[in-house]
């Protein structure tokens, strides 16, 4: 029992420690800001979409402007005003250790070096966002995905002060359409740290009413 209660109080923990990362797509031209993060296992990390028309999806380091299997994709989210959209993008980074590639979808921005990456490989040369950059220039055509709008993550409303880290606000209950990205990818529906801390609370309470 006593093991049961441990593994509770880490579950919780790990919970309460991760953290809010706010990436900005389009507000300063085609850039994603920053475009390189540095995010542990359990972090969510929003996307805030400015004017006029863009995007995220999951790529890969050797296509850059193409869609990862099983990857993430907002969707396209409009704005017409001078500030972000109400609209988000979330993702939990789910495994710390599997670089996560991204780019917008629309036309050449991609190409034009709308692109970043969540856990670049460390000390690796070779792999670097600036590397990844001069791939993408090279890329024929800038890909979007054939699955649904918000797969692999949470599309809903701005994220409001004060929301817990791992719960964005306004999102609906559930796995979003498409399932949430594989481990190997890095990402997964934000809703999964939710459950590891509601189990983590039932654990503690079963072990207390003995």
């Not at 209950?173 to 809703?191: H, W």
Request: proline fraction near 7%; aromatic fraction near 8%.
């Amino acid at each position: 029992m006593r093991f049961s209660s441990i593994l509770a109080s880490t579950a919780i923990t790990g919970a309460a420690l991760a953290k809010d990362i706010t990436v900005v797509a389009g507000k300063s031209g085609l850039t994603f800001e920053p475009a390189e993060i540095q995010a542990e296992e359990g972090d969510i990390v929003w996307f805030k979409f400015w004017p006029k028309n863009h995007s995220v999806a999951q790529s890969t380091f050797d296509k850059p402007c193409q869609p990862a299997p099983n990857g993430f994709w907002s969707g396209y989210v409009p704005q017409s005003e001078a500030k972000a959209s109400d609209t988000t993008f979330a993702i939990e980074v789910t495994n710390a250790s599997a670089p996560i590639w991204f780019y917008c979808t629309q036309q050449q921005h991609c190409q034009n070096g709308m692109v970043g990456v969540i856990n670049a490989p460390a000390n690796n040369e070779e792999r670097t966002l600036e590397t990844f950059k001069e791939g993408a220039a090279e890329e024929e055509e800038n890909v979007e995905p054939t699955s649904e709008a918000g797969t692999g993550g949470q599309l809903g409303a701005a994220q409001q002060s004060g929301s817990p880290s791992g719960s964005p606000s306004g999102y609906p209950s559930g796995t979003p359409s498409g399932g949430a990205a594989p481990e190997s990818t890095g990402a997964a529906s934000p809703l999964q740290v939710n459950s590891l801390a509601i189990s983590g609370v039932m654990g503690l309470l079963a072990y207390f009413a003995l």
